[in-house]
């Protein structure tokens, strides 16, 4: 089935543009409170958003549809998404939502949907939900005295940094670390700071006043320049770079250089391996994670178990075939044990507890295998669909046939970007840049002939 609205992780788009117009978001509304009635007791959403400024408009226009499915909301204000996820477990919602475009910029939105179980909705629930919003549910709304009601609640930003202190040893301490921290002018402006400080660290922060529009402006987890050079400057042990909505963090070492989510998994999985803590023998990623990740796993006795892009994908295996660390190269780390999806202060603590055991410089500690050659470039799309071009099907298996069985090819259309992804690995690093270079030209070609 074609899906209109959801894309890999929910519904993205261009601000006050379908689908993320204040129509679509109440329709929404009213079709998932529909979708999540399960008795007689009064139901309950619990709403989240980041700091764009298109997030006013659109969580107003899902308070009017959840009331108008006879929901009760819980309004939480600029709060992370996982912080949602554990709030619908917390008091015992329906439903809930986070109403964000992760990192992309302010001008556009999203809202993401979690179950009563704090995980994102399947394929199929989202299906229905799509069903209901293109049908006329007006007759089955609420009556007039079955209407729900809306309030803004207290206390939610102390739950979520109680509990993400909780995730470490009560005997550990952040002392003697110096931490600087990128919160991307997004939705943990507020927490990440507080919950590192109150675990005794000496914290640094950047880009913790949101305007509306600076939310992940050069800043945050897909541009962690600013943070190198800050780290740099302060003479920092470490620096956290979290994206608009805080489910995804990469780090910045003692000298500046980045790591991201693929040396994240390994080291925390090789920590909890040694501890006895890891589940499953593995580790759950995605096609776009290096090879380098595979080979080290494969090294130290442990399995990488691959899904297509997209979080959600890394949790439904994680849950089916009991795992407990997962995560996209991005920075998404999906912790099981503590967390239903991905959690960007939760896992930047468990890199943080890893650090202060083995009392090393964080360059030591966090790299722990020399990645691949790996190039990722995008191709640009207006319609039609280039990779249904006989050209293009044709050099795709020829790129594949000189990389060999030693390398990969992973060319995707992205689920929230109009944009087709090309990536290419393997130990021949010129090999590598001339089967993407040649792979995007002939796209283009592609594109431009449509």
């Known amino acids: 089935m074609t899906r209109r609205y959801f894309g ?73 998404t996982p912080a949602v996820a554990m709030l619908v477990r917390s008091l015992r919602a329906d439903i809930g939502v986070m109403i964000s475009a992760s990192h992309n910029p302010y001008y556009d939105n999203g809202i993401k949907l979690f179950g009563p179980d704090g995980y994102k909705l399947s394929d199929e629930i989202e299906a229905r939900i799509e069903a209901l919003i293109e049908q006329d549910i007006d007759l089955a709304l609420a009556d007039a005295d079955a209407l729900g009601r809306a309030k803004r609640i207290d206390g939610v930003h102390d739950r979520y940094i109680e509990f993400a202190k909780r995730t470490l040893p009560r005997s550990m301490s952040l002392s003697g670390l110096r931490i600087v921290v990128d919160c991307a002018n997004g939705a943990a402006y507020k927490v990440a700071p507080a919950a590192l400080w109150e675990l005794g660290a ?171 050659p790996q190039l990722l470039k995008n191709v640009r799309f207006s319609g039609g669909k280039p990779l249904e071009n006989a050209a293009v099907k044709d050099a795709i298996e020829d790129a594949r046939s000189r990389l060999g069985a030693a390398g990969r090819l992973v060319i995707r259309p992205s689920g929230t970007e109009p944009l087709i992804r090309v990536m290419a690995e393997g130990d021949d690093q010129k090999m590598v840049e001339t089967v993407v270079n040649e792979l995007v030209n002939v796209i283009a070609e592609a594109k431009s002939a449509a």
């Open 202 to 372: 000496e914290v640094i922060t950047l880009n913790t006043e949101p305007n509306g529009f600076n939310i992940n402006q050069d800043c945050g987890s897909t541009n962690p320049d600013a943070l190198a050079r800050k780290v740099h400057e302060v003479r920092a042990d470490i620096g956290i770079a979290l994206d608009g909505d805080a489910d995804r963090m990469v780090i910045v070492d003692e000298a500046g250089s980045v790591v991201d989510g693929d040396q994240i998994m390994a080291l925390i999985a090789e920590s909890w391996n040694n501890s006895g803590r890891l589940a499953g023998g593995g580790v759950v990623a995605t096609v776009m994670s290096n090879l380098g990740l595979e080979r080290f796993l494969g090294d130290i006795g442990l399995q990488l178990h691959r899904t297509q892009v997209g979080d959600r994908y890394v949790v439904e295996y994680m849950r089916t075939h009991g795992l407990n660390v997962g995560g996209e190269q991005s920075g998404h780390i999906v912790l099981s044990d503590f967390s239903t999806t991905g959690d960007g202060l939760v896992s930047a603590l468990q890199v943080l507890s890893c650090i202060k055991r083995a009392n090393k410089p964080v360059s030591e500690v966090a790299r722990k295998f020399e990645p691949v």
């Open 8 to 80: 890999t992780d929910g519904i993205r788009g261009r601000a006050n543009k379908f689908p993320m117009t204040a129509e679509v978001a109440m329709k929404v509304g009213m079709a998932a409170g529909m979708s999540f009635h399960r008795g007689k007791h009064r139901h309950r959403v619990v709403l989240g958003k980041d700091t764009r400024l298109s997030g006013y408009m659109i969580e107003n226009a899902m308070v009017a549809g959840f009331c108008a499915a006879g929901m009760d909301v819980f309004l939480l204000g600029p709060i992370p």
